[in-house]
């Protein structure tokens, strides 16, 4: 057995498999761990540069995947059955069945990031913290839709996993899902439903909600712009700006509005930042010192 945090020899990770045993080290071991079939050959330029990338990101996954090559001229039978039209063809097996896989040459980041997504389908739930790593760097490349596979992979694993949860929510309003978002929110296990981040996820949303109905971010500053005083124009920028990750301007003008006329729309900007900071989280820069600032407004 491998241990965690042990780096597996070759052989316990990357076997090359035939028609003969196939059946053992892909689909019944697919049973324990995921299994990434390549489909070579020996003749193929661009499988000479996906094997051994490939390989040596299934080597640092420590043992949460295993790989098979599958050498296709030796192999026909097995090639056919797979339809394998073209190579070099990759697929993964999770409990003896084929559930992802792409053909072609791949660059090194789409390797890493295939190998971790397929290592979190299946796993021991201590050992996800990579997986939760790999998808928080899909997430920060703006690939929602690989970002959402691999968290919802983790959650199917813990579905406590309050770090999986956000950064599922965040891939989905990313992909401008909030539909999902929101059905997401509405059945959160009820280990995760009353925590602070998952009250923040609340607050965000309907934060994006509001924006949706507002006009463009130009034109509410240039109608702000035409009169200072207007109010409900600095408070409908003030979600235009959150909604434009303007975090720290957002909160500037509703605490203007509150310096301004603190009972205004009865205290809606004070309630409008209280929701702000909740989507932020307690410690966050901009919720610490906008805090401070409400505070010396209030008691001034």
């Avoid at 990759?90 to 559930?99: E, I, L, S, W």
Wanted: aromatic content about 6%; some cysteine; charged content about 25%.
């Amino acid at each position: 057995m491998i241990e965690l945090g042990q780096t597996p020899a070759h052989g316990d990770v990357i076997k090359d498999v035939t028609e003969a045993t196939f059946m053992e080290d892909v689909v019944e071991a697919s049973k324990t761990a995921p299994v990434i079939v390549d489909f070579w050959a020996p003749w193929c330029g661009p499988c000479k540069t996906l094997g051994p990338a490939l390989e040596a990101e299934v080597i640092s996954a420590g043992g949460s995947v295993t790989m098979a090559k599958v050498d296709i001229d030796q192999n026909q039978m097995l090639a056919g059955q797979m339809q394998i039209q073209s190579i070099p063809a990759v697929f993964a097996f999770v409990d003896g069945q084929p559930v992802d896989g792409f053909m072609g040459a791949k660059p090194p980041s789409e390797i890493k990031e295939f190998v971790a997504k397929v290592a979190a389908l299946k796993g021991d739930t201590g050992d996800l913290s990579e997986a939760v790593e790999a998808a928080n760097e899909m997430l920060e490349a703006g690939e929602y839709s690989d970002a959402a596979e691999t968290f919802a992979a983790i959650l199917g694993e813990d579905p406590n996993s309050g770090a999986a949860f956000v950064g599922l929510f965040n891939a989905q309003m990313g992909a401008g899902e909030t539909d999902a978002a929101k059905e997401m929110l509405d059945n959160a296990p009820a280990d995760l439903a009353e925590t602070p981040e998952v009250a923040g996820l609340r607050a965000r949303l309907e934060l994006a909600q509001q924006a949706e109905d507002l006009g463009e971010l130009g034109e509410l500053q240039a109608k702000l712009a035409a009169d200072p005083d207007d109010h409900q124009a600095r408070f409908d920028l003030a979600i235009a700006l959150i909604a434009a990750d303007e975090a720290q301007a957002a909160v500037d003008a509703l605490l203007e509005i509150f310096r301004r006329d603190r009972d205004w729309n009865e205290d809606a900007a004070r309630q409008q930042l209280f929701k702000m900071f909740d989507s932020f989280g307690p410690e966050h820069p901009i919720t610490l010192t906008g805090r401070r600032q409400l505070a010396s407004m209030v008691f001034a």
